[in-house]
């Protein structure tokens, strides 16, 4: 009788042990899970969106915002006014300080068989697309790089936290520096990735692309299905 | 837990695969190629632009931008292809004569004859190549062009998507005098000064990008937290499970 109480006893406890263990454990890692602090930043609705440029007249009047740029800006005088352009020059290396990203060494991306710019071989270098414009020419210039690796966060790991008007600079094989500012940061999945937007023509305006991946990860395809990507204008 | 989810994503997987496969074929064959028009060597020109080439079947869009032109002078621009030219934009070495420029003559080996000429409006064919009341003036030294549903040979279409078609913009001031004039003669048209029909920017269309980029191993992917969810998940449904055998034991105690 008092050996059965005692057995009972004992795995009564080691039973109310490992409840224990497991509460602790199991409720770690859900609230680690929910947490997210190892996914990379999405960007949100308000980023996608177009900045509001001080040209159209249709945009709402601003008290504070209305005198200075009907003083403040030039009128165009022709039909063609697209901003600063500088000449043909490859980028050697990219600072975002917005993001942290300071990296140098960017590397030449080409085009795989089926069209899609090929992704650097190297997690720790951006690379630009060599076939189009450089950074500054007319054009969208094209900077690509990883967001992780299969062990971590790579160069553009934060891209999509990047904000609207944050400021892009790329240094340039000629020793000048090309300074873009962010109009928008938008996700696009690849399945319905919008070609013409991305990479088409910018009507003149020196733009750049910087692209890298989002979404949901696909262990089936080792690709993530999502790209984000940051649209910039040459300010100077 | 790794089996289960592996499973789940093989399952995931294949279904998101079709749809991928699709849109990589449709983008391949819609033919958006670009060029980046850079200055013309030995010609002194500091202009720049791009032009953006659609393909459709045998019909073409394009859309063409440029600057540092010579103002309110027209600029003759074309698409070039030649089936034995280079497929380039001319070079130094180019300059067979040794004057010092580079003239359509000297142009002709890089980029071939006139294949469409980008007029404002009317024809298009090689006629108009030097229908100068026909093509931009470059106010300001700028060319804003647009024009839609040129109807082009399948042979040329097929030329600007493989790469080998080549943009042109013509018209240089070498001696900075503000307009065409000076003693040659153009080899094109002789009432005309070299300088009009001189090329000044230059490009070769390639295929642009299509479709997204492969850019990142899943390192620190969501996927990942959802393992732990599931497996923290499976851990607190255990701990249902051992605490009513605890609370049953001592339940049996009392």
Known sequence: ?236 | MRTTSKIASVALGSAVLLPFLGAGVAQAADGSTMATLRPVALNGVKGSGTAMVTVNGTRIDVTMAANGLLPDAPHAAHIHFGADARHECPVAGDDAKGDGTINTTDGGPAYGPIVVSLTKTGDTSPKSGLAVDRFDTAPGGKINYERGSINVSSGVAQAITEGKAVVVVHGVDHNNDGKYDGTTKSDLDPSLPTEATDPAICGVLNAAPAGGMDTGAGGTSTPNNEGMLLLGGGLLMAAVGTGAFTARKARNRV
């Open chain 1, 1 to 236: 009788m008092s050996d059965i109480t005692k057995s009972g006893g004992r795995r009564g406890s080691i039973a109310a042990a490992v409840t224990v263990v497991l509460l602790v454990v199991g409720g770690f890692l859900v609230a680690k899970s929910f947490s997210g602090t190892d996914a990379p930043p999405q960007p949100d609705a308000a980023q996608s969106a177009p900045s509001v440029t001080p040209a159209p007249s249709s945009s709402p009047p601003s008290p504070t915002s209305s005198p200075t740029s009907a003083t403040g800006k030039t009128a165009a005088p022709s039909t063609a006014d697209f901003g600063p352009i500088m000449g043909p020059s490859a980028p050697v290396s990219l600072k975002i300080p917005s993001i942290g990203v300071d990296t140098k060494g960017i590397v030449d991306l080409g085009l795989d068989k089926s069209g899609k710019l090929q992704a650097p071989t190297d997690f720790g270098r951006a690379g630009w697309y060599a076939n189009g414009p450089t950074p500054g020419e007319f054009g969208p210039a094209v900077i690509g790089a990883h967001v992780d690796s299969k062990s971590g966060p790579a160069v553009f790991y934060r891209l999509g936290s990047l904000k609207k008007g944050a400021t892009v600079s790329v240094a340039r094989k000629d020793g000048s520096t090309a300074r873009f500012v962010v109009d928008r940061v938008a996700r696009y999945s690849k399945a319905d990735f919008p070609t013409m937007t991305v990479y088409g023509d910018t009507k003149g305006r020196a733009e750049l692309r910087l692209i890298t991946c989002g979404g949901a990860f696909d262990q089936s395809t080792g690709h993530y299905v999502d790209n984000i990507v940051a649209f910039a204008h040459l300010t100077s």
